[in-house]
């Protein structure tokens, strides 16, 4: 008699005792096939760090990193003590023009006039103009205004520039601000700027020591 039938039957046997055994194991977890691996932990993204915002650095000897603004120009504080600026600018000739009235000249560069309180202790207002110097270096607002901007430059970076003054067919007084936060003036000459400053009023200085 041939074994050959039984061995085959055997085989099914084991074959399907093991998809009972796998059908076994799949009921008792849920349905899901089991696995001997751990489960992998999701992985924590670092939150990242902002970049600190760092304030422009303002060389006293270099005019070129001074800002203009209503409130100041550079290291000149409109409402400082002028005692506590000069040793700060000891880059600079300091000159006396009159009473109260003090002009700061650096080689190459423009020229900071400064008005002083009536008791000279204070900075009541600085501006800057291009002195005996053909091309000086000059500050700038944060717009990028500086000496020799251009009218068209000077309107389109503040649109609420109002015109205080019309001195001559080519020479304009103009200032943006407040009375509560100070004014920033522009003199604008044959379409440049020729003076930039930060006063309490609107005024556009004609005379120093008038």
Same mark, same amino acid.
């Given at each position: ?16 005792? &093991?998809?009972?055994?796998? $059908? ?36 006293? $000897? ?91 430059? &000077? ?43 930060? $006063? ?11």
């Amino acid at each position: 008699m041939s074994t050959r039938p039984l061995r085959i039957v055997g085989a099914v046997v084991v074959v399907l005792t &093991l998809a009972a055994c796998a $059908s076994s194991a799949v009921a008792e977890s849920g349905g899901e096939p089991t696995s001997s691996a751990a489960p992998v932990a999701p992985v924590a993204m670092p939150t990242p760090t902002p970049s600190p915002t760092l304030e422009p650095v303002v060389d006293p $000897s270099d005019v070129t990193t001074w800002t203009v603004s209503a409130e100041r120009i550079g290291p000149v504080v409109r409402g400082g003590a002028y005692a506590d600026l000069v040793p700060d600018t000891a880059a600079f000739t300091v000159t006396g023009w009159c009473q109260g009235v003090m002009a700061f000249d650096g080689e190459g560069t423009a020229q900071f006039v400064i008005r002083l309180s009536d008791d000279e202790a204070q900075v009541r207002a600085v501006w800057v103009v291009p002195g005996a110097v053909e091309e000086p270096l000059s500050p700038a607002t944060a717009e990028g205004i500086r000496l020799g901007s251009t009218t068209a430059a &000077l309107t389109a970076a503040y649109p609420d520039l109002v015109t205080v003054v019309q001195r001559g067919a080519d020479t304009w007084g103009y200032a943006v601000g407040s009375d509560a936060d100070g004014w920033l003036q522009f003199i604008v000459e044959n379409d440049a700027v020729v003076l930039m400053g930060a $006063s309490e009023r609107q005024m556009a200085p004609k005379e120093w020591c008038a």
